[in-house]
Nanobody, 119 residues
Framework: QVQLVESGGGLVQPGGSLRLSCAAS????????MGWHRQAPGKQRELVAV???????NYADSVKGRFTISRDNAKNTVYLQMNSLKPEDTAVYYC?????????????WGQGIQVTVSS
């Protein structure tokens, strides 16, 4: 059973920084991509950033230049460095790992971690 454990969320003032981590454990084979989504109250879940294996990272326009996604493949861990945080970044952030086996893709989600940006 693949499990994802997120950490690093919390309360931060506008302009501040946080670093989220997501460690994957279990039968991890063929990671296709790792990334982060978020869901704010009353809104749909949206992609924040994704880093495909051997591919180019992608960011939501709203976080470009402020957030940086990275991976430690040896640890099956993905990070999200969030700088210059704004109140509109307040949301529950979810880690996602997509595994590819033959022609089959399967995604796994973390439990979600709260990020609150407020003065």
């Amino acid at each position: 059973q693949v499990q994802l454990v997120e950490s690093g969320g919390g309360l931060v003032q506008p302009g501040g920084s946080l670093r989220l981590s997501c460690a994957a454990s279990g039968p991890i084979f063929g990671i296709y991509a790792m990334g982060w989504h978020r869901q704010a109250p009353g809104k749909q879940r949206e992609l924040v950033a994704v880093v495909p294996t051997g591919g180019t990272t992608n960011y939501a326009d709203s976080v470009k230049g402020r957030f940086t996604i990275s991976r430690d493949n040896a640890k099956n861990t993905v990070y999200l460095q969030m700088n210059s945080l704004k109140p509109e970044d307040t949301a529950v952030y979810y880690c996602i790992v997509i595994l590819k086996t033959m022609a089959t893709f399967r995604d796994y989600w973390g439990q979600g971690i709260q990020v609150t940006v407020s003065s």
